[in-house]
């Protein structure tokens, strides 16, 4: 049985539950007599997507999609690349290291300096400025929302196609872990260990989690200047923390920080047009290795290096049964490094080296009132980004 590179693979799961979960999910077994039992339930999923606060899915008067945490996992789906499994009219493209959001058939080409996309994605409400930084790994997640546009009016200019929002795992007050081992093909290796509790006495509680995921490359590749002769390898590491601080019954602090990196080689790719008209340069130029899909023949080896993180603050007050304030302070950082032979071909033709780095801050205020009949949101944004980046082209001409 042919088996496709990256494919097969084991994962395994450990959970150790502290605290009584237990007992409290035999009681509710204990309550349910056998005609309810029968019968469907309707699963109660609360979003914050529509910034109104957190609302019933649906109560939602908006093409919206939301997935459980449960759902990615059955799925297998640890990257906002394989979204598009689970939710429909969405499609994430990799060019290179740069993600192309496309919602509804809407997105953007441009992913270099000077471009913004017209489909976006936040992490826990705040917004994530540059294509390069959206490909990180999950790690226990509450949920991802997907709201379809056009989103202007709540998201900016920027949600002409819609928005993503990843909300990570809030901590509790209950004491758990989980720890899961995975293992696949091409030496593929991947471990990663959660934990949550209380600290202390009082309303605070604190969550952390670490993963850590490994695998040699599967694409062969030639006459490279390097001894990398294995490409679309993987090295990467995440790490996640959250604090929550119930200071009283009606305000809510809460204090996320994700960093995430990785170095491996970024996907390439290999001519195929052989004709007169094909576009690229007949044999013996080129070697005719088109039959093999997992083979290349490069000039340079491929490289990229990324490091990135942030912090975010949300802070949320409950003034009175209609009335709620919230705040979202966010600060990101991003660096990455990338060599490719963007003319795939062992001809020194065309070579391009990119570095990149970027810091962003943004400020919201937002100021929800609903009773009733009448409702309303009133909002202040303020975003800043500070963006470089080094952009070098060898090109031979013969």
Sequence with gaps: MDIAPGMAGLTILFSALMGFHCTLARAQTANIDSGQADSPVLEHVLVTATKSGAVDLQGVPLAITAIS???????????IKDLSLLAPGIMVSQNVNYGQVYIRGIGTNNVFIGGDPSSTVHLNGAYLARPSSVFTEFLELERIEVLRGPQGTLYGRN????????????????????????????????????INGPLGEGELA?????????REGYVNATYLDSSRDKLNDEDRLKIQSALSWLPSDSVTIELTMDYFTSDETPPTHKPTGQTPTGGVPPPPLIPARINDPWRVALSTAPDFQ??????????????????L???????????FDLLADTDYSELTTLISSISEEQTQSSQEFRYNYDQGNFAFIAGLFYFKESYESDIFVQILIA
């Design 206 to 214: 604190g969550n952390l989690g670490v993963s850590s995921k490994r």
């Design 69 to 79: 945490a449960d759902e990615l996992n059955l799925s297998g789906i640890s990257s």
């Design 325 to 335: 304030l919230s705040s979202i302070t966010s600060y990101r950082q991003l660096d």
């Design 159 to 194: 949600s002409t196609g819609g928005t993503i929002n990843i909300v990570t795992s809030k901590p509790t007050g209950d004491y758990f872990s989980k720890i899961s081992a995975e293992w696949g093909n091409y030496n593929k290796k991947g471990l990663s260990v959660f």
């Design 306 to 323: 990324e490091e990135s993180g942030g912090v975010n603050i949300k802070l949320e007050w409950q003034i009175n049964d209609h009335s």
